[in-house]
């Protein structure tokens, strides 16, 4: 999974010709470790579909605020530049899948 950052993340995100799934997440949330290995299942499974990335929200606090999240983690699913869908907590194998085939 790609990171993303304030400096990248128009370039990588906003502007990918492809859906992007950003992954808020900070080092400090157990919840976020815990689903870090289910994207990375589910991000080989829809390859060359869906683009996935992360941001830190500790590193990027504005752009946590832009996006309104609260809570983390939290996937924001960026569609032709704008949030498309969103989910919040952690979330299985199969409930991020059938969240991508339905909103991507």
């Keep these: 999974m790609q990171e993303v950052n304030a400096d990248n993340f128009k370039n990588e995100v ?3 010709p ?4 950003v992954d808020f997440w900070a080092p400090w949330c157990g919840p976020c470790k815990m689903i870090s290995p289910i994207l990375d299942e589910v991000a080989a499974d829809f390859e060359g579909r869906v683009k996935f990335s992360k941001l830190n929200v500790d ?4 752009a946590a605020a ?3 999240i609260m809570s983390i983690p939290a996937l924001i699913l960026f569609k032709e530049g704008r ?3 969103q989910i919040v907590g952690v979330q ?3 409930g991020i899948a059938k969240f991508l085939k339905t909103n991507a």
């Design 92 to 94: 299985s194998k199969e």
């Design 14 to 16: 906003l502007e990918s």
């Design 66 to 68: 832009d996006y309104g």
């Design 59 to 62: 590193e990027n606090t504005q």
């Design 18 to 21: 492809v859906p992007v799934l």
């Design 83 to 85: 949030p498309a869908a």
